[in-house]
């Protein structure tokens, strides 16, 4: 049975999420943090520490980094929305809406 997530903004948004490990890179106050995913859908992500394997990140952080490795990654901007007793990692991805003219 898919997982499905809701965005808060948004009731009849739903974002099925895929289970996979996907590595993950966040670069977050000068260092580079390397995860891989537990699942994840287009609206964020369930991660777990890889290199460092100790949480180096807290909630209510906001960072930038790629999804993917080499020339196939891809960037992103996100939020920690929480950190499971330094195990694992919820991020959801920051989607800039389109200046208006």
Do not use: C, W
Request: glycine fraction near 10%; charge should be positive; avoid cysteine.
């Amino acid at each position: 049975q898919p997982i499905y997530l809701r965005d808060s903004k948004d009731s009849r948004r739903n974002a099925l999420r895929f289970s996979g490990k996907v590595p993950v890179v966040i670069a977050h106050r000068g260092e580079r943090l390397v995860f891989e995913t537990i699942n994840y859908s287009e609206i964020g992500m369930l991660m777990v520490p890889v290199d460092p394997s100790d949480m180096k990140i807290s909630a209510g952080s906001s960072v930038t980094g790629t999804i993917g490795v080499g020339d196939v990654a891809t960037s992103f901007k996100g939020v920690v929305l929480r950190v499971d007793g330094g195990q694992r990692i919820a991020l959801k991805i920051v989607v800039e809406q389109a200046a208006s003219p």
